[in-house]
């Protein structure tokens, strides 16, 4: 039997009687909180939770490995599920754990942000979702090479996390196809010298009808903290 990722994703706003929710994905190296909270976007989600018609809870996975996934699996606000593939778990996280899924003709309940491999993330489970955004995510899946350094840049070592190297070794045994796109409403953003993704304009054509949101001067690292990006992203919600 294959190993087990684990995927653990924290609530972070939002409680009881929320009727949709908002799945947030980090990348290689960084963690929910450093992606998602020091750049201002659960700041900018928190009407979404706060709406008093239509309350949104807002989920912040941490990935194997990373430096809060642990705390994560510990926190008694997170929810986890487990398979041989993160993708396939986090999907079971949507699935269970997410509000029912919208009708074409009926306001959003489930969305999902990712950016970089978090982008992947939500590329795999855009099926189960009424809104994608994805930001930073490569048509050609970078290689190990530039893995190692994304995580060397962010003070992280495979070769002293068991958990971590678990992880890396099954990114490397599940490639990105890219090859089914998502069919929702979906934001396609990526910084403009974007240094990992510099082929994200070829993989946001291939998604019908998509938005896609080119931020001027942005790289790989800066891209997410951009204020374009997130009313673009809200505008998409509204």
């Given at each position: 039997?294959?190993?087990?990722?684990?995927?653990?994703?924290?609530?972070?706003?939002?409680?009881?009687?929320?009727?949709?929710?908002?799945?947030?994905?980090?990348?290689?190296?960084?963690?929910?909180?450093?992606?998602?909270?020091?750049?201002?976007?659960?700041?900018?989600?928190?009407?979404?939770?706060?709406?008093?018609?239509?309350?949104?809870?807002?989920?912040?996975?941490?990935l194997p490995?990373?430096?809060?996934?642990?705390?994560?699996?510990?926190?008694?606000?997170?929810?986890?599920?487990?398979?041989?593939?993160?993708?396939?778990?986090?999907?079971?996280?949507?699935?269970?754990?997410?509000?029912?899924?919208?009708?074409?003709?009926?306001p959003w309940?489930?969305?999902?942000?990712?950016?970089?491999?978090?982008?992947?993330?939500?590329?795999?489970?855009?099926?189960?979702?009424?809104?994608?955004?994805?930001?930073?995510?490569?048509?050609?899946?970078?290689?190990?090479?530039?893995?190692?350094?994304?995580?060397?840049?962010?003070?992280?070592?495979?070769?002293?996390?068991?958990?971590?190297?678990?992880?890396?070794?099954?990114?490397?045994?599940?490639?990105?196809?890219?090859?089914?796109?998502?069919?929702?409403?979906?934001?396609?953003?990526?910084?403009?010298?974007?240094?990992?993704?510099?082929?994200?304009?070829?993989?946001?054509?291939?998604?019908?009808?998509?938005?896609?949101?080119?931020?001027?001067?942005?790289t790989h690292?800066?891209?997410?903290?951009?204020?374009?990006?997130?009313?673009?992203?809200?505008?998409?919600?509204?």
């Amino acid at each position: 039997m294959a190993e087990q990722i684990t995927a653990a994703a924290r609530l972070v706003a939002g409680g009881p009687s929320a009727v949709r929710d908002v799945w947030l994905f980090h990348g290689l190296g960084s963690s929910g909180q450093g992606t998602f909270e020091g750049t201002g976007w659960l700041r900018a989600l928190q009407p979404l939770a706060d709406d008093a018609d239509r309350p949104a809870r807002l989920w912040l996975l941490e990935l194997p490995g990373h430096r809060d996934h642990a705390e994560a699996l510990a926190d008694p606000a997170s929810v986890t599920a487990s398979a041989p593939w993160l993708g396939d778990a986090v999907r079971q996280l949507i699935a269970e754990h997410s509000a029912p899924l919208a009708a074409a003709d009926e306001p959003w309940t489930r969305a999902a942000i990712g950016y970089s491999f978090g982008g992947r993330l939500v590329w795999e489970a855009a099926d189960l979702l009424n809104r994608v955004v994805i930001g930073g995510l490569p048509r050609t899946e970078p290689d190990a090479e530039t893995r190692s350094a994304v995580l060397a840049a962010a003070g992280q070592d495979p070769a002293d996390s068991p958990a971590l190297e678990q992880f890396l070794q099954s990114v490397t045994d599940h490639p990105f196809s890219g090859d089914v796109p998502p069919s929702a409403p979906c934001l396609m953003a990526y910084g403009e010298k974007d240094e990992i993704a510099a082929d994200a304009p070829e993989l946001a054509a291939s998604v019908p009808g998509a938005q896609v949101l080119t931020l001027p001067g942005r790289t790989h690292m800066n891209a997410v903290s951009a204020r374009a990006f997130k009313e673009a992203a809200l505008a998409l919600l509204a």
